[in-house]
Nanobody
Framework: QVQLVESGGGSVQAGGSLRLSCAASGSIYNPACMAWFRQGPGQEREGVAAFFTLSQITFYTDSVKGRFTISQDTAKSTLYLQMNSLKPEDTAVYYC???????????????????WGQGTQVTVSS
């Protein structure tokens, strides 16, 4: 059983930075795709950043390009999301997700992932 545990959320003023971490534990954890999603109040869960572990290709939703960076520390089985120049509209619960099989073009589709963390709250005040 694979478990993903996020940390690093919190409250920050607009323009500030946070780094989210997603630590994986469990047996046979070898994800092909990993991603960060977020869900704001009354909103659907949306993909923020995704990462193909084999090719190291990254994807970002338009609203975070140039501000967020997804990365992985393979040795620590940890996924990161560095968030800079935060805006109030970035306020949401952030989730990390992973899947063992290759997700292809569905990297921002929640149903493409079978492992999820519990979420961590990010609040950005103006």
């Amino acid at each position: 059983q694979v478990q993903l545990v996020e940390s690093g959320g919190g409250s920050v003023q607009a323009g500030g930075s946070l780094r989210l971490s997603c630590a994986a534990s469990g047996s046979i954890y070898n994800p092909a795709c990993m991603a960060w999603f977020r869900q704001g109040p009354g909103q659907e869960r949306e993909g923020v950043a995704a990462f193909f572990t084999l090719s190291q290709i990254t994807f970002y939703t338009d609203s975070v390009k140039g501000r967020f960076t997804i990365s992985q520390d393979t040795a620590k089985s940890t996924l990161y999301l560095q968030m800079n120049s935060l805006k109030p509209e970035d306020t949401a619960v952030y989730y990390c997700a992973a899947v063992s099989s290759f997700c292809g073009s569905a990297y921002f589709q929640p149903n493409a992932y079978n492992y999820w963390g519990q979420g961590t709250q990010v609040t950005v005040s103006s």
